[in-house]
């Protein structure tokens, strides 16, 4: 059974430092790993996605990396700013449709 | 606009009113899902349908039953819920191992 955590739970850092987010899964066979953000009372928008056969995906000050032999996922960010503060989830796809999320990390970025 | 779609927004009701949450999605999706987000916890998967079909249901309270009459369409209906039922419940779609949310229906059991 897959299992997916996020460590740390909570991140509190300055404006304008990188950063690095983390999330780990038990079961190497993923299909495709995908992370998300979330603001307080609102849904999940979705940030990046690796597919099992890449190493890493960009989009503008995100970066995330995916290696599949030690099961784990990184989401750098670049530059922090104070409108990155949300909760940051990761979801492995078991298949092309079963997700498996993380507990997510809630990130507060201080001006 | 993510192209999934959940109304209402907010839905107060009673423990003995019945009640329907809907989500629409406009992506052309193959699978679409039910999630339960309650606070300070993680979100639970509540049902997943592929191609109209019901494939995983996790063990949820027969007060909650889905329906979903197409592929663009999917329904939660809620009868004789409990306060602890009061949550974020999030509708999702998905294809080829890219997921998209709604928006989510903040649902408060009086």
């Known amino acids: 059974k897959q299992e997916v955590t996020q460590i740390p739970a909570a991140l509190s850092v300055p404006e304008g430092e990188n950063l690095v987010l983390n999330c780990s899964f038990t079961?190497?066979?993923?299909?495709?790993l995908q992370w998300f953000r979330q603001d307080p009372g609102k849904g999940l928008t979705s940030l990046l996605l690796i597919q099992s056969s890449q190493r890493e995906q960009t989009s503008g000050r995100l970066n995330a990396s995916l290696d599949k032999s030690s099961g784990r996922s990184t989401l750098y960010i670049a530059a922090s700013q104070p409108g990155d503060s949300a909760t940051y989830l990761c979801a492995a796809f078991q298949g092309a449709q079963k997700l498996v999320f993380g507990q997510g990390t809630r990130l507060t970025i201080n001006p | 606009e993510t192209g999934v779609t959940q109304t209402p927004r907010h839905l107060v009701m009673g423990m003995t009113n019945k009640k329907s949450l809907k989500c629409e999605q406009h992506l052309g999706h193959n699978a679409m899902y039910w999630y339960k987000q309650s606070a300070k916890k993680p979100l639970e998967l509540m049902f997943v349908y592929s191609l109209e079909e019901r494939v995983e249901n996790n063990s949820v309270p027969s007060r909650f039953s889905p329906e979903c009459p197409n592929s663009s369409h999917l329904f939660l209906h809620l009868h004789t819920l409990q306060p602890e039922d009061s949550a974020l419940y999030l509708c999702?779609?998905?294809?080829?191992?890219?997921?998209?949310f709604g928006q989510g229906t903040r649902l408060t059991v009086v």
């Open positions: 079961d190497s066979a993923i299909y495709n």
């Open positions: 999702a779609s998905s294809q080829g191992g890219l997921a998209f």
